[in-house]
């Protein structure tokens, strides 16, 4: 498909590649890239194809910049330079109204006269603009991220403008974040306009995810990866469930009608705090949650289970998650990872320790880009 900001956008990297042979150079990675790990080519299964290859994503951040000119813009960074932002006149990445919600917020913001943050020299006033959107209500949550809101009128006059040019719009948040990190991420959050919370639904379950809370991306393929993740976990009703990285408890939720109980562990508390909302909004009354350090709670939790899941984020499972991980022997682990390379790491040192892979499904979350989600079974058989 063509997109004017492919080449130079670090958003969709295969936009150009027709979605069908996206889909075979994905079953191909995988293939050679679990080679190592000495898995028979038919427990890999042919990856499971997204609905929807544009449009898909339920939330984005894009990066505030001004031009020599003077005049404030937002877009996406440049591919693999952290300071550079391009214009964006169009995005296949979310809803077709993102683009004109960025510019109605750029022209509304220019004549404060603020700068936008400077990437390389972390200053500035205008940070990202994080646009959620729920793909089952239509409705916008948006957050606009600041170092510093010395005006507070000014950024409650452009929230009630913005609601009155798009009412899907239902929420605006401003979120404080003078730290140099570069991340839109920050506890520090002012409710502009309405209730800080969207509204998702997946199967038979309702979710209410808030503004930092963790929710699959793309929101019709993450029924299918929680299916798949339900599958592997081969359920018994006397099963008692551990979902580690369980964000705003979607997982757990899922599997809860099949098990005896379902022990949640998150370190976000607003994660824990929809979790616990979304099991009594959905009358599952078998699920617990711990806002805790998944390490900590592997340590000190007397809480036993007979399976776990695991969905950590990027980097894994760090050595100490995956020893206690060993030591209390699941019978079945299902590790849903994001990233392969770490994945693979923590799959030797579970494969020398008595588990077995005994299915890899890769799901596609991410169209158009090189990113791949897999759910992995493994089964305790203690035989090394
Ligand atoms: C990939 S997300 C998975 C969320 C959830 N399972 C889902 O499908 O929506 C990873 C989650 O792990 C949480 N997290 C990251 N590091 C953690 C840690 N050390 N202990 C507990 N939770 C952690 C993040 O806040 C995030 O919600």
Same mark, same amino acid.
């Given at each position: 498909?063509?997109?004017?900001?492919?080449?130079?956008?670090?958003?969709?990297?295969?936009?150009?590649?027709?979605?069908?042979?996206?889909?075979?150079?994905?079953?191909?990675?995988?293939?050679?890239?679990?080679?190592?790990?000495?898995?028979?080519?038919?427990?890999?299964?042919?990856?499971?194809?997204? %609905?929807?290859?544009?449009? !898909?994503?339920?939330?984005?951040?894009?990066?505030?910049?001004?031009?020599?000119?003077?005049?404030?813009?937002?877009?996406?960074?440049?591919?693999?330079? =952290? /300071?550079?932002?391009?214009?964006? @006149?169009?995005?296949?990445?979310?809803?077709?109204?993102?683009?004109?919600?960025?510019?109605?917020?750029?022209?509304?913001?220019?004549?404060?006269?603020?700068?936008? /943050?400077?990437? #390389?020299?972390?200053?500035?006033?205008?940070?990202?603009?994080?646009?959620?959107?729920?793909?089952?209500?239509?409705?916008?949550?948006?957050?606009?991220?600041? @170092?510093?809101?010395?005006?507070?009128? *000014?950024?409650?006059?452009?929230?009630?403008?913005?609601?009155?040019?798009?009412?899907?719009?239902?929420? &605006?948040? $401003?979120?404080?974040? +003078?730290?140099?990190?570069?991340?839109?991420?920050?506890?520090?959050?002012?409710?502009?306009?309405?209730?800080?919370?969207?509204? %998702?639904?997946?199967?038979?379950?309702?979710?209410?995810?808030?503004?930092?809370?963790?929710?699959?991306?793309?929101?019709?393929?993450?029924?299918?990866?929680?299916?798949?993740?339900?599958?592997?976990?081969?359920?018994? +009703?006397?099963?008692?469930?551990?979902?580690? !990285?369980?964000?705003?408890?979607?997982?757990? $939720?899922?599997?809860?009608?099949?098990?005896?109980?379902?022990?949640?562990? %998150?370190?976000?508390?607003?994660?824990?705090?929809?979790?616990?909302?979304?099991?009594?909004?959905?009358? &599952?009354?078998?699920?617990?949650? %711990?806002?805790?350090?998944? #390490?900590?709670?592997?340590? *000190?939790?007397?809480?036993?289970?007979?399976?776990?899941?695991?969905?950590?984020?990027?980097?894994?499972?760090?050595?100490?998650?995956?020893?206690?991980?060993?030591?209390?022997?699941?019978?079945?682990?299902?590790?849903?990872?994001?990233?392969?390379?770490? =994945?693979?790491?923590?799959?030797?040192? $579970?494969?020398?320790?008595? =588990?077995?892979?005994?299915?890899?499904?890769?799901?596609?979350?991410?169209?158009?880009?090189?990113?791949?989600?897999?759910?992995?079974? $493994?089964? !305790?058989?203690?035989?090394?």
């Amino acid at each position: 498909m063509f997109c004017v900001h492919s080449g130079e956008c670090g958003g969709c990297q295969s936009i150009e590649q027709p979605y069908s042979d996206q889909l075979v150079a994905k079953q191909a990675y995988v293939v050679s890239a679990l080679q190592v790990l000495g898995l028979p080519p038919e427990n890999i299964f042919p990856v499971l194809p997204s %609905e929807s290859s544009v449009y !898909y994503r339920n939330k984005m951040e894009f990066a505030f910049a001004r031009k020599p000119t003077g005049e404030l813009y937002l877009g996406l960074k440049r591919r693999g330079v =952290f /300071w550079d932002v391009i214009p964006l @006149s169009h995005c296949y990445l979310q809803d077709p109204v993102t683009p004109y919600l960025l510019q109605f917020t750029s022209d509304y913001l220019c004549p404060s006269g603020l700068p936008a /943050w400077d990437y #390389r020299k972390r200053e500035g006033v205008f940070r990202y603009l994080m646009v959620r959107q729920s793909k089952t209500t239509g409705h916008f949550l948006i957050s606009l991220v600041v @170092s510093e809101a010395q005006n507070m009128s *000014f950024f409650e006059g452009y929230a009630a403008a913005l609601v009155a040019k798009f009412p899907q719009v239902k929420s &605006i948040v $401003l979120t404080l974040q +003078p730290t140099s990190s570069d991340t839109a991420f920050s506890t520090d959050m002012r409710v502009l306009v309405g209730e800080p919370i969207l509204e %998702e639904q997946l199967g038979a379950l309702k979710f209410s995810i808030s503004p930092t809370a963790f929710f699959q991306t793309n929101t019709r393929q993450a029924a299918v990866l929680y299916n798949e993740i339900v599958k592997s976990l081969n359920p018994e +009703p006397e099963d008692v469930v551990m979902d580690l !990285y369980c964000g705003t408890g979607t997982i757990g $939720l899922y599997v809860a009608p099949y098990v005896s109980a379902v022990i949640g562990v %998150e370190e976000n508390p607003a994660s824990i705090e929809n979790a616990i909302q979304n099991a009594r909004a959905n009358g &599952i009354a078998n699920i617990t949650f %711990e806002v805790e350090n998944v #390490r900590r709670f592997l340590k *000190f939790s007397k809480l036993q289970a007979t399976k776990m899941i695991v969905d950590p984020p990027r980097d894994g499972l760090i050595p100490k998650v995956v020893r206690r991980v060993i030591e209390r022997k699941p019978k079945t682990l299902v590790y849903v990872s994001c990233n392969l390379s770490t =994945f693979i790491r923590d799959a030797k040192i $579970l494969t020398e320790s008595g =588990f077995e892979i005994c299915g890899v499904q890769p799901v596609d979350m991410f169209p158009n880009t090189g990113h791949i989600e897999v759910v992995a079974q $493994l089964r !305790y058989s203690g035989v090394l």
